[in-house]
């Protein structure tokens, strides 16, 4: 069983920056793909960005490629996402991620594990 929690969410302009933060329980964090995910009112959840286990790959939605960055530190069981030069079509909930694989997975049915979600509103 894995737990996750994320903070970091919140009020922002356009333009502005924020990161968000994913802990995740277990002595087993490195072992796992972790993903950053989005849902706006009305839509379904989309796939953001995802890291390998080693941090060695990375992947993006084509909406936030140059503008986000996901990065990892195992020996912190977190899982970041550095979010630059937001935009108001940014703004939902997004939600942390994790599945057991060596492979880089990109589509919300591969994972297994969901935190709770935080709200990011970013006013233009």
């Known amino acids: 069983q894995v737990q996750l929690v994320e903070s970091g969410g919140g009020l922002v302009q356009a333009g502005g920056s924020l990161r968000l933060s994913c802990a995740a329980s277990?002595?087993?964090?490195?072992?796992?793909?972790m993903g950053w995910f989005r849902q706006a009112p009305g839509n379904e959840r989309e796939f953001v960005a995802a890291i390998s286990w080693s941090g060695g790959s990375t992947g993006y939605a084509e909406s936030v490629k140059g503008r986000f960055t996901i990065s990892r530190d195992n020996a912190k069981n977190t899982v970041y996402l550095q979010m630059n030069s937001l935009k108001s079509e940014d703004t939902a909930v997004y939600y942390c991620?994790?599945?057991?694989?060596?492979?880089?997975?990109?589509?919300?049915?591969?994972?297994?594990?969901w935190g709770q979600g935080t709200q990011v509103t970013v006013s233009s």
């Open positions: 277990g002595r087993t964090f490195s072992s796992y793909c």
């Open positions: 991620a994790s599945v057991r694989s060596m492979l880089l997975k990109t589509t919300t049915s591969s994972y297994d594990y």
